[in-house]
Every structure is written in structure tokens, then in C-alpha cells.
């Protein structure tokens, strides 16, 4: 007997020491369908997520470091519950709502102190990490130690261009390197979408798979920080069906701050037009070039279409990639102060591009300053490129400025979107995509059925579509490629792709021509109530309705081989609705016809069904009106 307790004592023994060694912390989601597992064992950090009790993260490694090693030992443990709903200046919709448990563990190793937040939501996982050195005086390079261990077998949609420019499918885990975020994982039934949300004074995310398969942190850049700092968000969500992510992307919005600006009356959505993709065309012998000629007529056809802003894009001041080109100057071709009277005149709020040179070499205060003197609503900012710590703090100085003198932000070529417009309204969007037609890659209709699952999810972003002249394009400046569309689905992609700020790239004159296809366009509120998806698959099909009071707009676009279904109205409320719709014309493809439209009207209720016919990469546009 005497023996045999002798064992149990050891066995008890080594339990304890073990349990030293190795010690678990866990998080649950409220609706307690999400638990990750925080373990500390010999000094190093992990994590493994479960969904429904299933792994979808297996063992993870967490950290920061610095070249040297880490033994971290667990110093506090804090944790919360939070439910709070909040309303967006503006958005897909119009309450948002916070509900997490969240998780501080603080920990130290040597004169390293470090915090991992955690928050479980039932929409995802996020976490960051809060560094102080305080032994170390001035800067020092980290490194992230950040992992994410999805299953071997999983296949991706991978973003592999630092600003969302191209995506490949099917790639295998194993074979991920360099790949921008968001990127989105498919195994068996489950989906896991990997992005990061409040990006600041940071070089952005990218993920680059270890020898293992392991998705492992690879920060663009050096990352050289001070003796504190907080590192972004880490987003984990998971979904039996991507459009998940769609309907619920407002988790990166969450993790950040709400608005710092007071007085925000001046942030206002619209529609834009736009002289870029305009050069070289001829409209009854005046032909579309960067003078004050175009720019004044831009503004008189603006204002007649009842369109509340209009852009000048690159060279209005010069070369736009040249460091000697200023930006407070103008081509002797432009008579500016004419130019803003007229836009005065008639109502029209004026953007400039400006591209990010400019900011590199001349002040940024007097450049905002000498803009808000003109009378410049907005800029947009061309070619950031800089994905690194240098041209996130570059863009975020940028943005600082414009919100001190009350101008709206566009930002191209630019880092990923991770939810700071919650925090600075009055950035509205940024091109984190292919901008259509003026490079050498041109979208394929397939491409828009992905990009709402990939791109878009992780914020607004600058597709600038609604081509309303399909044939003959190529003839223009900074087209370079007939565009592979139809004429209902550029329209439909004002819908499908969200952004507050909505450039149109087209003349005015085909807007006029097609009058009744461009008011479904000018009546979008941009600034929505609810967004719902409907009846989408991605890679073939994506279709979603959005609403402003009892308004409901519907859009949607196919693949090269279109679609035929059926959409159930049971989102609608209780009453009879008077249906618009736009369709393509029967004989009509992206290849052919493109430009011939249906329209027809019908009355519906919540018990209908309507039946949808989008043709080869075409598209369907739809509004609902209350009765």
C-alpha cells in the first residue's frame, strides 16, 4: 500500500510541475461558439481557435521580439465583457454592434514588458500586442512572431500585390509568400479570413508560409519603434460561407477608435465625376483634354446631372512624379481661379489628385492651407506604394492634416484598408484594387464576383466604375484595353463594391444618353441603413441588396458564364413595393452588345420571388420603392 501511494505522490508531483511549465488561458466568444486557448509554456506564447469545438487555428505561436530570446512569465490577467452599439458617420449600415470578452494578459521577460490583448467576438478573433522597454533608451528593430496555423489541406484566395492590385485562387498553404491581406482560406465546410484593423506607425501585415505550411507574420519593411508602442489588430474570422465576412466586416471597424473630430458636417458622401479616364474622348467635335475648357464644361454637365462633386486627376500642376513639380502651381493651360468660381457658381465641390512626391517635398500645411483658400473639398492621394512603417505614418500624417483643415481623403496605391475611417470619417476610401481599365491588367468579369469577398471586406474601396461608352474606349488617353463588361453591370458595381465616395468614370454626355440606367446611380444615399447578401457564390456570382429608409437598391454582377435564379424578397417588410429593373439586353455579353439594357416594371411583395437572368459577365440592377 505504502508503494502504491508512493506513485500516486510522484504522478501528483509531476502533474504540478507541469503545470507550471505549461499554463492555459481561455476565451470565449459571448455566443460561445468561438474559444481560443492562450498557452504559456517554457517562456514562449501560442494560441490554437476553435469554432463549435472543431480547431480552425491549431497551435500558433505569439510574440514579439527582438533578435534575442524570450522567456515570458505571466505577471496579471484582466479580463472584460463589453456590449455596446454605435452609429457610423456613414456605412453599409446604420448601427453597428460591439459585443466581446476580452482578455489582458501582461506578461515580462527581463526589462521587456509586453500586453496581449485579446477579444473574442462571435464574429472572430482579434489580438495585438503593447511592447515597453523602458531599459532601452531610443529605438530598436522587433521582430513578429505572429503565426496562423490553418489546416495543411486548405486552399486560398490570395492578394498578391502589395495594394490589392491582383489576386491568384487556389493556392496552397504551403505555397503562400508575400501575400497581402485579407486573405481567405477554404477547408472542407469552414472559411477563415486572416486581415489586421487599426494600422498604425506599422509596417502592414503580409503572410509568408514557414517550411511547415505555417502562415507566419512578415512585416513590410523595417520596423524600428520606440520604447512603447501597440502593434495592430491580428483579425481571425471564421464562417461556414464567406459572405459572412461581407455581412459582418464591421469587426475591423470595432477595433478601432471611435471618431476624434468634433465638428464632423463637412465629412458628406457623394457621387463624383471625374476628368481622368474623359481625356481623349470626342463628344461632338469638342474633344475631352486638361484645360479650362473641359474642367468648366465638367462642371456645368455635373451640376445639370445633379452630381455633387467633380475631380481633376494627375498633371494639373505638372509631372505628377516629378520632385520639382508643386503642387500650389498650376499648367498655364488651366486658369484655376476661373475654373472654382465656376464650380462655386453652380454648386459643384471641387477634389484634387495629388500624388504623394508632392508630399515629400513640399510642406503639407501649406499645400492643405493654399487648398482650402481655393476652395478644394477633398484630395486624393496618388501613389502612396510605400506599404512599410515609413508610408503608413505617412498617410496617416496626411490624413491628420486634411481633418485639421476640413478636407476629404482618397488615397491610392495605398496600404490596406483596417477600419480608421471609423476614427477619421473623412476618410472615405482608397483604391486597394485595379481601378477598371488604365493599366496594363484589365477585370475580367470573374474578378468582380471575388473582389467583394477578398478586397472589400476589409473596408471601402476606390473600383471607379459606371462606364456608361463601352465601345470605342481604347481611343481614349488612359484606356487601354476594351473593358470586359456590360453596361448594367458597371452600373451594378456602384452597389456591389461599397465606398461613401463614389467616382464615376465616364463622360457626362453618356450619362445624359442614358438617363433613366444613370438616376438608378445619382439616387444611390452611399450611406446605407442595412446591407444584405443574396444568392451569391463567389467566383460566379455576387448580389446584394442595400437600404435607406424603405428604399431598397439591389445589384448585382456574374461571371463569364452568368447566372439564372431566383431571389426571395423575405427581407422586405410587410406591403407592396414598385420594382425597377435593369437587366441586359437578351443578345448582350461583355464581349458583345454591350452597351443594350431592359427596363421593366413590376409590383412585389415580401412573398415574391424575382427571377434573375445576369448574362455572360453582366449584371442586374434593381430598386425597390415602398408603396
Given at each position: 500500500?505504502?508503494?502504491?501511494?508512493?506513485?500516486?505522490?510522484?504522478?501528483?508531483?509531476?502533474?504540478?510541475?507541469?503545470?507550471?511549465?505549461?499554463?492555459?488561458?481561455?476565451?470565449?466568444?459571448?455566443?460561445?461558439?468561438?474559444?481560443?486557448?492562450?498557452?504559456?509554456?517554457?517562456?514562449?506564447?501560442?494560441?490554437?481557435?476553435?469554432?463549435?469545438?472543431?480547431?480552425?487555428?491549431?497551435?500558433?505561436?505569439?510574440?514579439?521580439?527582438?533578435?534575442?530570446?524570450?522567456?515570458?512569465?505571466?505577471?496579471?490577467?484582466?479580463?472584460?465583457?463589453?456590449?455596446?452599439?454605435?452609429?457610423?458617420?456613414?456605412?453599409?449600415?446604420?448601427?453597428?454592434?460591439?459585443?466581446?470578452?476580452?482578455?489582458?494578459?501582461?506578461?515580462?521577460?527581463?526589462?521587456?514588458?509586453?500586453?496581449?490583448?485579446?477579444?473574442?467576438?462571435?464574429?472572430?478573433?482579434?489580438?495585438?500586442?503593447?511592447?515597453?522597454?523602458?531599459?532601452?533608451?531610443?529605438?530598436?528593430q522587433i521582430k513578429e512572431d505572429t503565426q496562423f496555423s490553418v489546416a495543411k489541406d486548405a486552399s486560398c484566395w490570395v492578394l498578391d500585390h502589395p495594394w490589392g492590385k491582383k489576386y491568384k485562387t487556389d493556392v496552397a498553404v504551403a505555397?503562400?509568400?508575400?501575400?497581402?491581406?485579407?486573405?481567405?482560406?477554404?477547408?472542407?465546410?469552414?472559411?477563415?479570413?486572416?486581415?489586421?484593423?487599426e494600422l498604425y506607425n506599422y509596417g502592414s501585415l503580409h503572410l509568408t508560409a514557414n517550411p511547415n505550411g505555417i502562415l507566419c507574420a512578415d512585416i513590410v519593411g523595417e520596423t524600428i519603434l520606440p520604447e512603447r508602442f501597440e502593434t495592430?489588430?491580428?483579425?481571425?474570422?471564421?464562417?461556414?460561407?464567406?459572405?459572412?465576412?461581407?455581412?459582418?466586416?464591421?469587426?475591423?471597424?470595432?477595433?478601432?477608435?471611435?471618431?476624434?473630430?468634433?465638428?464632423?458636417?463637412?465629412?458628406?458622401?457623394?457621387?463624383?465625376?471625374?476628368?481622368?479616364?474623359?481625356?481623349?474622348?470626342?463628344?461632338?467635335?469638342?474633344?475631352?483634354?486638361?484645360?479650362?475648357?473641359?474642367?468648366?464644361?465638367?462642371?456645368?454637365?455635373?451640376?445639370?446631372?445633379?452630381?455633387?462633386?467633380?475631380?481633376?486627376?494627375?498633371?494639373?500642376?505638372?509631372?505628377?512624379?516629378?520632385?520639382?513639380a508643386n503642387p500650389m502651381t498650376v499648367i498655364p493651360e488651366i486658369d484655376m481661379p476661373k475654373f472654382f468660381k465656376e464650380a462655386k457658381e453652380k454648386n459643384v465641390g471641387v477634389w484634387l489628385y495629388v500624388n504623394r512626391i508632392a508630399?515629400?517635398?513640399?510642406?503639407?500645411?501649406?499645400?492643405?492651407?493654399?487648398?482650402?483658400?481655393?476652395?478644394?473639398?477633398?484630395?486624393?492621394?496618388?501613389?502612396?506604394?510605400?506599404?512599410?512603417?515609413?508610408?503608413?505614418?505617412?498617410?496617416?500624417?496626411?490624413?491628420?492634416?486634411?481633418?485639421?483643415?476640413?478636407?476629404?481623403?482618397?488615397?491610392?496605391?495605398?496600404?490596406?484598408?483596417?477600419?480608421?475611417?471609423?476614427?477619421?470619417?473623412?476618410?472615405?476610401?482608397?483604391?486597394?484594387?485595379?481601378?477598371?481599365?488604365?493599366?496594363?491588367?484589365?477585370?475580367?468579369?470573374?474578378?468582380?464576383?471575388?473582389?467583394?469577398?477578398?478586397?472589400?471586406?476589409?473596408?471601402?474601396?476606390?473600383?471607379?466604375?459606371?462606364?456608361?461608352?463601352?465601345?470605342?474606349?481604347?481611343?481614349?488617353?488612359?484606356?487601354?484595353?476594351?473593358?470586359?463588361?456590360?453596361?448594367?453591370?458597371?452600373?451594378?458595381?456602384?452597389?456591389?463594391?461599397?465606398?461613401?465616395?463614389?467616382?464615376?468614370?465616364?463622360?457626362?454626355?453618356?450619362?445624359?444618353?442614358?438617363?433613366?440606367?444613370?438616376?438608378?446611380?445619382?439616387?444611390?444615399?452611399?450611406?446605407?441603413?442595412?446591407?444584405?447578401?443574396?444568392?451569391?457564390?463567389?467566383?460566379?456570382?455576387?448580389?446584394?441588396?442595400?437600404?435607406?429608409?424603405?428604399?431598397?437598391?439591389?445589384?448585382?454582377?456574374?461571371?463569364?458564364?452568368?447566372?439564372?435564379?431566383?431571389?426571395?424578397?423575405?427581407?422586405?417588410?410587410?406591403?407592396?413595393?414598385?420594382?425597377?429593373?435593369?437587366?441586359?439586353?437578351?443578345?448582350?455579353?461583355?464581349?458583345?452588345?454591350?452597351?443594350?439594357?431592359?427596363?421593366?416594371?413590376?409590383?412585389?411583395?415580401?412573398?415574391?420571388?424575382?427571377?434573375?437572368?445576369?448574362?455572360?459577365?453582366?449584371?442586374?440592377?434593381?430598386?425597390?420603392?415602398?408603396?
Amino acid at each position: 500500500m505504502r508503494k502504491y501511494r508512493w506513485i500516486l505522490f510522484l504522478y501528483l508531483t509531476l502533474l504540478v510541475v507541469q503545470s507550471g511549465i505549461a499554463k492555459d488561458y481561455v476565451v470565449t466568444s459571448p455566443d460561445k461558439s468561438l474559444k481560443t486557448v492562450v498557452s504559456i509554456n517554457q517562456g514562449q506564447m501560442s494560441y490554437v481557435l476553435k469554432r463549435n469545438g472543431k480547431v480552425v487555428i491549431e497551435n500558433s505561436a505569439l510574440g514579439i521580439s527582438y533578435g534575442n530570446e524570450v522567456k515570458l512569465q505571466v505577471k496579471d490577467v484582466e479580463r472584460a465583457y463589453e456590449n455596446n452599439d454605435w452609429q457610423p458617420l456613414w456605412g453599409a449600415n446604420q448601427t453597428v454592434k460591439d459585443e466581446y470578452n476580452s482578455m489582458n494578459l501582461s506578461l515580462e521577460d527581463g526589462g521587456q514588458q509586453l500586453i496581449l490583448k485579446v477579444r473574442l467576438y462571435n464574429e472572430g478573433l482579434a489580438f495585438k500586442y503593447v511592447v515597453k522597454t523602458p531599459e532601452f533608451k531610443g529605438k530598436k528593430q522587433i521582430k513578429e512572431d505572429t503565426q496562423f496555423s490553418v489546416a495543411k489541406d486548405a486552399s486560398c484566395w490570395v492578394l498578391d500585390h502589395p495594394w490589392g492590385k491582383k489576386y491568384k485562387t487556389d493556392v496552397a498553404v504551403a505555397d503562400v509568400n508575400n501575400a497581402s491581406l485579407p486573405l481567405l482560406c477554404n477547408t472542407q465546410d469552414t472559411y477563415i479570413l486572416i486581415t489586421e484593423a487599426e494600422l498604425y506607425n506599422y509596417g502592414s501585415l503580409h503572410l509568408t508560409a514557414n517550411p511547415n505550411g505555417i502562415l507566419c507574420a512578415d512585416i513590410v519593411g523595417e520596423t524600428i519603434l520606440p520604447e512603447r508602442f501597440e502593434t495592430p489588430w491580428r483579425v481571425v474570422m471564421v464562417a461556414n460561407d464567406p459572405v459572412y465576412f461581407v455581412e459582418n466586416n464591421e469587426l475591423v471597424l470595432n477595433l478601432n477608435a471611435p471618431c476624434k473630430l468634433e465638428d464632423t458636417s463637412w465629412i458628406k458622401p457623394g457621387i463624383c465625376t471625374w476628368d481622368w479616364r474623359a481625356r481623349g474622348a470626342v463628344e461632338n467635335g469638342f474633344e475631352y483634354s486638361l484645360n479650362t475648357e473641359t474642367l468648366i464644361r465638367f462642371v456645368e454637365k455635373t451640376s445639370a446631372l445633379g452630381i455633387p462633386y467633380f475631380m481633376i486627376d494627375a498633371g494639373w500642376y505638372g509631372k505628377e512624379h516629378s520632385a520639382e513639380a508643386n503642387p500650389m502651381t498650376v499648367i498655364p493651360e488651366i486658369d484655376m481661379p476661373k475654373f472654382f468660381k465656376e464650380a462655386k457658381e453652380k454648386n459643384v465641390g471641387v477634389w484634387l489628385y495629388v500624388n504623394r512626391i508632392a508630399f515629400d517635398n513640399f510642406d503639407v500645411d501649406e499645400i492643405l492651407s493654399t487648398y482650402k483658400e481655393w476652395g478644394v473639398v477633398g484630395i486624393k492621394l496618388g501613389f502612396l506604394k510605400l506599404m512599410n512603417q515609413k508610408g503608413v505614418e505617412l498617410l496617416q500624417q496626411i490624413l491628420e492634416k486634411c481633418a485639421e483643415y476640413e478636407i476629404m481623403f482618397d488615397c491610392h496605391e495605398a496600404v490596406i484598408p483596417s477600419g480608421i475611417e471609423r476614427t477619421w470619417p473623412h476618410f472615405f476610401t482608397r483604391e486597394y484594387n485595379h481601378s477598371l481599365a488604365d493599366g496594363r491588367y484589365i477585370a475580367s468579369p470573374v474578378d468582380h464576383t471575388i473582389t467583394p469577398f477578398l478586397n472589400n471586406v476589409a473596408g471601402p474601396i476606390d473600383v471607379t466604375p459606371a462606364f456608361f461608352n463601352l465601345d470605342g474606349l481604347e481611343s481614349r488617353t488612359y484606356v487601354r484595353a476594351p473593358l470586359r463588361s456590360t453596361v448594367v453591370a458597371q452600373t451594378a458595381m456602384c452597389v456591389t463594391y461599397f465606398s461613401p465616395l463614389l467616382c464615376l468614370a465616364d463622360i457626362p454626355e453618356a450619362y445624359e444618353r442614358k438617363s433613366d440606367l444613370f438616376n438608378f446611380i445619382k439616387e444611390l444615399p452611399l450611406n446605407y441603413d442595412e446591407s444584405i447578401v443574396l444568392n451569391s457564390q463567389i467566383g460566379k456570382q455576387f448580389i446584394i441588396a442595400r437600404r435607406k429608409g424603405d428604399t431598397w437598391w439591389i445589384g448585382g454582377v456574374a461571371n463569364e458564364n452568368g447566372c439564372k435564379m431566383s431571389i426571395k424578397l423575405d427581407f422586405l417588410k410587410k406591403g407592396d413595393y414598385q420594382a425597377t429593373i435593369f437587366s441586359d439586353g437578351k443578345e448582350t455579353t461583355w464581349k458583345i452588345n454591350r452597351e443594350m439594357y431592359e427596363v421593366s416594371k413590376k409590383q412585389i411583395s415580401s412573398s415574391d420571388k424575382l427571377n434573375v437572368m445576369m448574362r455572360p459577365g453582366g449584371g442586374i440592377c434593381i430598386k425597390l420603392e415602398k408603396k
